[in-house]
């Protein structure tokens, strides 16, 4: 059994950090999902008011592992990342690495998809093999950096407005091709979801 958990806020209270190997010996991936489905609600309404949670010690060591445990935490089911802008790698429906980026690249930090019209409520993190070496996930807060930000530079957005133009290539070029995109080699399956999402949109002649 697991004692009742009294999770520990890291700087600034974010992320809230739950560390397994301090609360019992779990027995395996197993027990650990079983917990986390026991508390499955106070975890939720810690996420609700701190922003994020760090688990440790999970015993979550591959694939698999992870996707059992975000179909239980996951209860209202997953998007998949149709026009993401990042090259990855598909690992089951709705799970995928974090970027196909070489290592030795930065990610900027972002909102994830907050340019679709569709945008996921929870982002899951999993590192089943760490890195040797340099390897960091960085998160932050986002109500702290808009509050941080002169108020005359968010008032200028805020009035202007913002657009975002990309330019996908057919299968050679840098970055993503609008096949891995959008998941598919349909042109009209496409259209169909640009349509969907108000996203205006022209095929070019080189693809």
């Not at 009742?4 to 806020?9: A, C, I, T, V």
């Not at 090259?87 to 930065?106: H, I, M, N, Q, W």
């Not at 999993?126 to 108020?151: Q, V």
């Amino acid at each position: 059994m697991i004692k009742e958990f009294e999770p520990s806020p890291v700087a600034g209270n974010f992320p809230v950090l739950i560390e397994f190997g301090k609360m019992t010996a779990l027995s395996g991936v197993e027990a650990f999902l079983e917990w986390y489905q026991s508390n499955k609600d106070r975890i939720d309404d810690l996420i609700k008011n701190c922003g994020s949670l760090l688990l440790r010690d999970t015993y979550i060591t591959k694939d698999e592992d992870f996707f059992q445990f975000v179909d239980i935490a996951a209860a209202n089911g997953t998007l998949n990342y149709t026009s993401g802008n990042s090259p990855r790698l598909k690992l089951a429906k709705g799970v995928y690495t974090s970027t196909e980026f070489p290592a030795d690249r930065e990610i900027a930090i972002h909102n994830e998809l907050s340019y679709s019209s569709d945008w996921p409520g929870k982002i899951y993190f999993c590192s089943i093999l760490p890195a040797e070496t340099g390897g960091e996930t960085p998160i932050a807060n986002s109500h702290f950096i808009y509050r941080d930000i002169p108020a005359a530079i968010r008032d200028e957005f805020e009035y202007r407005q913002i657009a975002y133009i990309r330019n996908l290539h057919g299968g050679s070029g840098i970055g993503a091709s609008w096949k891995d995109t959008f998941e598919t080699e349909d042109r009209d399956h496409v259209a169909a979801i640009l349509t969907q999402a108000g996203i205006d949109y022209e095929w070019k002649p080189d693809d």
